[in-house]
């Protein structure tokens, strides 16, 4: 049997297309690589026990001559925190416990309708709040090129499945860097799309203004195919934008000639590991004028205020995003119950892990009256200035070239007790959220302790091609992406 | 000392469209509990709200006939609070930039008119409800996502009569722009009054002290009343009134402290990032504009000078639009105002109430209806009986009147000849109110005109008897 986990998404979707192979096959050997492996990483948290039919029922549609659609029978895991009708869907926390969603998020519905196979639920940070994927109510994940090592967070468990081989295809959702700092601290590849480029809707909030949801995959053309379903207009999500959307697997460059990428002198500097800096100077940089492109050094002087402009807005509206979590309608209600009250204090207190509430509080202290405008109000002036960096930046450049995450793969518990170092993992990623701006991940070399080091593209808006097209020349002219972890 | 008191209001109105505010969930009344939700307004997690349009649209037609500033830019925000009725712990609604200030309501206190400020009117969701229960509460979320304004006015009303007329008044400039219906019992129109005293003259306002549960016009007045002396009461016995929340008791006629040990809360707005602003263009407030219908107020006022009707029957006629504009679609046909105000004040009226609908249901066709007035008023058909017996036929059939007419042998008889041999029939029956005529008794007139009505079964033309009658007897 061909070894499909090592097979691109794009070939596995073309050869079901054609009938040359079945989707039951390809399940299958997914199926026993999850089996095999996935204990030792615990980054799927649920497996469907109906994904062979499901690869069937793709078999059969093609052989009573249906076309099938673009993503036919490539194997694809799902954060826990997308809505998926009738199957548990938790955000890996306590206070979802047993929730079956009552419909289908968007990004599922595509899915389906193109035929991809969506195998289970992946691990992550509780409610997409963490750098490390160890808030996960369901254990920490490990990161394949290390076990006793971080993947990275919150969408710990989509990068590790990709960069494991337990699925071709991931999705994640990205808020502050969720998909492309374990992307990076995985070795593969992440992408979040602009702000409003695919729909939120069935994403469990976090933190509305800043999620996006966004692919994982070892190959650019592999996440331009994902990315190809799922992108769109939805008018079920009133922040998703009503624009033509091209066709990302078209339109590959052979040259960066003209190009003219932007690197940020003091995203090099302080606070990064030397190895990174220079693995992106020797194995990016060098490529990237090897191939043509002008390096331009250009400035984004507010970037500095991203990280507490990220943690004013994101736990503000996680504080209101999250208050329907209250043990009344659905999920866990605490059995230490005896009024209203003692419902909503005892079923969050027990329901939500540590950084959920500290999250909460956090939020919660700077939406309060009086602290309103020298809090929220001001991060939201913030990402303006941060917005107008970028605008300014991308009047003489064609996209930023920056790290994606200050260190590799840390140790497990190395950072937890210290809040304020684990959410400076973040500082090189929250300013695509804070602007809306697209930003891709992609892996970059590796370090002497042979862990993943990642290198992200920033583009303009919906410049989600120009990021995809980047990052395939570059695979064509290296061969890190190539290295799996030895597992 | 003397006081004096400051009210102001709080109308909660909810929009007449078929759908949520925020989903296509249905917001028909009295469903099966939780029968009308859907994922959305559930509150589930990852669900977003879309706007409903036509909310906006309503909500803008609203304010444009309240006279508001329409904001080309507003926003939604949310308001945080923990309630089992709100799913979503937090409320949609508008607070800092709502898309209506200003406007105002016009009353009328014993002939002295003038307008009550407005502050703003917001658009917001509503929240469901909960059944308390021997074994537990239970929770009701068709309502929840119910569309809704709340028109706030400014503290600047000052009697419980004032209040009274500021609502009924704005109940029917919000029904006569069919943005709500305004049923209070089933809930589509809600009212808080604030109410505060202070010494005569004091420029600051006294504590206020909210009254909610006014279900009812009435008790929004009694409320306010029965608040007013408490207060007087309270501070002359030399106690501080306390900021507080109080329910209405209609069965003792009291207001009472409303238990909660809450204080002030903190609804922690924000601006609600799911939604878009709501942006306006000139284009669109002009077009919405045209929709407006004319103010009842100047309607009655219009009737009154332009077609000479009376107060009252102007009153009559402007209290529903749909009945304001039959009378206008009827005079279009039939230019006399005052008799198509009599039908419709008398006859139809009765006919409506009777049938418990509204004239909208009226089965009569203005067409048909208008030929039955000018039936009578060419004398084909005398007036007694096209109300008695072509009127009642007219509902059942809505066919044409003169087919009635034809049919049932009630065309008016006009013939002279036959009218005299009737006049003289009955003179020669009844000697005595012969001679009183004859001596100048007019009275008398009456009952020979009762005799040839009777002998014409109604059909004799009155006028024309009238005329024989004269006639015989100054002979």
Redesign the interface.
Known sequence: MIDFYKTSAVEIAKNVKSGEWKAVDIAQTYLDRINDKNKSLNAFIRIYDDVIESAQAIDDKRNNGKPLGNLAGVPIGIKD???EKNRL?T?CSKI?SG?K???N?TVIDKIEQQDGLIIGKTNMDEFAMGSSNETSFYGAVNNPFDTDRIPGGSSGGSAVAVSAGLTPLSLGSDTGGSIRQPAALCGVLGMKPTYGRVS??????Y???LDQIGPFARYSEDAALLLNSIAGYD?????SVDIEKPDYLENKITSLKGKKIGIVRSFMDEGLSTEIKTTIENNVIDVLKSLGAEIIEVELPHSKFGIAAYYLVAT??A??NL????G???GFRSENIND?ESI?VNSRSEGFGPEVIRRILLG?FS???GY?EEY?NKATKVRRLILNDYISAFKNVDAILTPTSPTCAFKKGEKSSNPIEMYLSDIYTVCNNLSGLPGISFNCGFSKEGLPIGAQFTGNVFEENELLQLVNIFEKNSSHHLTTPNI | MEFEATIGLEVHCQLGTNTKLFCGCTTLFAQEPNSQTCPVCLGHPGTLPVLNKKVFEYAVKAGLAIGCDIQKFSKFDRKNYYYPDLPKAYQITQFDKPFALKGGIEINIKGNKRVVKLERIQIEEDAGKLIHTADGSLVDLNRAGTPLIEIVSDPDMSTSEEAYQYLVNLKKILKYNEVSDCEMQEGSLRCDANISVKPIGQKELGTKVEVKNLNSFRYVQAAIDYEIVRQIQDIQNGNKISQETRLWDVDNGVTEPMRSKEGAHDYRFFPEPDLPPLILTDKEIEKIKSTVAEPPLKRKERFISELKLSEYDASILTEEKPIADYFENALKEFNKPKEIANWISNDISSYLNEKKIGIDQFPVSIENMTSLWKLIDDGTINKKIAKEKVFPLLVESNKNPSEIIESEGLAGKNDSDEIRKWVEEAMAKNQKAVDDLKNGKDKAKGSIVGMVMKASKGLANPQIVNKIIDDIINS
């Open positions: 925190n997308m809505c869907t955000a979802l929730y969603p009552p419909y998020a939120r809707y069935g994403l469990m909030a933190s509305s203004s008018n079920k999500d009133s922040s503000a509206e504080s209101s208050g329907r979590y209250d009344i309608h659905y209203l909503y919660t939406l309060s009256a309103y929220y």
